[in-house]
């Protein structure tokens, strides 16, 4: 046969394309054993960082018979979802694990210039997240969250900070310590500069995030949080979130994302907004009252939202949820009365 250099390339490409293609049709057996997980996997892998290869050539300038790097794209495309459909069974995403999937195939992957590609692979990462979190938690290196969060103030992409926020929220509670990066990083800054630019399920997304982050914090400063050998609490304190929640810009902040949500088919999703709402509401008056009193739009806001749960219009729709109606008109009327006092000085 005459296959010299680029031939050997061309089919090379060729091949792996049309395995995969092949590959594609296999039913995934649940019951698979351990060592199909490991073949299989083991072989996922290896095509991708083949792909991965001869993209990475084409975009230095090499000749390859492939030009288009775009299929090279779509083919690496097509084995991530084939990993992920073989995470229905467990097995295979501690394989994929133990076989260094995130340094082979996540981090490189997510430095392509290639949407489709990054979306595929956070994905990928969300899934692992969902299906092994321990294992996953313990195998992510910590500085995958700086491109997480590069890919979330950057990318134009929804669905890539969609997919950023919704890894960061699975990955940051009860991480003390990738909190404390994220916050030494960048702060809360690129969330409040973000806000705008998102859509009501994203901001419900990274309020509810916020939420359960803070109180975290007030829970380890009321000293709630397990002490002795594994003390986390100089962590949190370190971290000073409760000392940037009375400022400024985090309480105005968080008053353009209430307005965000509200604005949200807050009907439509069983009142899930309005527990979130009671729950923020309660968790940041004792840090926000005084940054936010008198000011006219956390006023109309909050008239809102009473207006909302005090109107008989929708009393329907608090009895086919489990929300604390008469908890709420006293969390959110009290909250609002205390915004409209003047300060006397
Ligand atoms: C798993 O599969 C391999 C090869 O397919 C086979 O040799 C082995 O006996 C199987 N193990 C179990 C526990 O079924
Ligand atoms: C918000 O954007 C994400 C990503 O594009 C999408 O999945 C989601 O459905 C959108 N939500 C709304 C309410 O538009
Ligand atoms: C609301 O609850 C109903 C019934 O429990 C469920 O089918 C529906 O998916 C829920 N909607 C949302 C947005 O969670
Ligand atoms: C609802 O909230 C009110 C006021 O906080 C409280 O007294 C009452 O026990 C709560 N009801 C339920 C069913 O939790």
Known sequence: ??????????????????????SLSEE????????????????????????????????????????DTNI?????????????ESFKDKIYANEFLKSRGIERVIVPNLMMPHSELKTSILVLVKILFEV?????????????VDRLLDIFENDENLALKAHSVDILALWLPKNPLLQARVMKL??????????????????????????????????????????????????????GLIERMSTPPVCIGLVHAIDIIWNYNIKDDNNSILNLLLELTNNLRQFCL?????????????????????????????????????????????FLKDLKIRDEL
């Open 72 to 84: 090279i794209y779509e083919g690496i495309i097509q084995v991530i979802q084939t990993i992920i």
């Open 186 to 239: 960048k702060g809360l800054e690129p969330f409040y500069n973000q806000i705008t630019k998102l859509n009501g399920s994203i901001v419900k997304t990274l309020l509810e995030l916020f939420n359960v982050i803070l109180k975290e914090h007030i829970r380890a400063r009321d000293g709630k949080i397990q002490k002795g050998k594994n003390d986390k609490s100089r962590l949190y304190q370190r971290i």
């Open 28 to 67: 995934i057996d649940p019951f698979t054993n351990e060592s199909d997980a490991v073949t299989e996997i083991a072989k996922h892998i290896e095509d991708i960082e083949k792909l991965s290869k001869a993209a990475a050539k084409a975009n230095d300038g090499v000749q390859i018979p492939i030009q």
């Open 290 to 334: 005084k940054v936010l009193r008198g000011k006219t739009k956390a006023i109309e806001i909050y008239d809102l939202l009473f207006k909302f749960v005090t109107d008989p219009g929708n009393e329907d729709l608090f009895l086919k949820s489990d929300i604390n109606v008469t908890a709420t008109r006293v969390v959110l009327g009290g």
């Open 132 to 144: 092994t979190p321990t294992a996953t938690k313990a195998a992510v290196p910590i500085a995958l």
């Open 1 to 22: 046969m005459h296959v010299v250099g680029l031939n050997i390339n061309f089919i090379f490409v060729f091949l792996i394309v049309l395995t995969i293609s092949s």
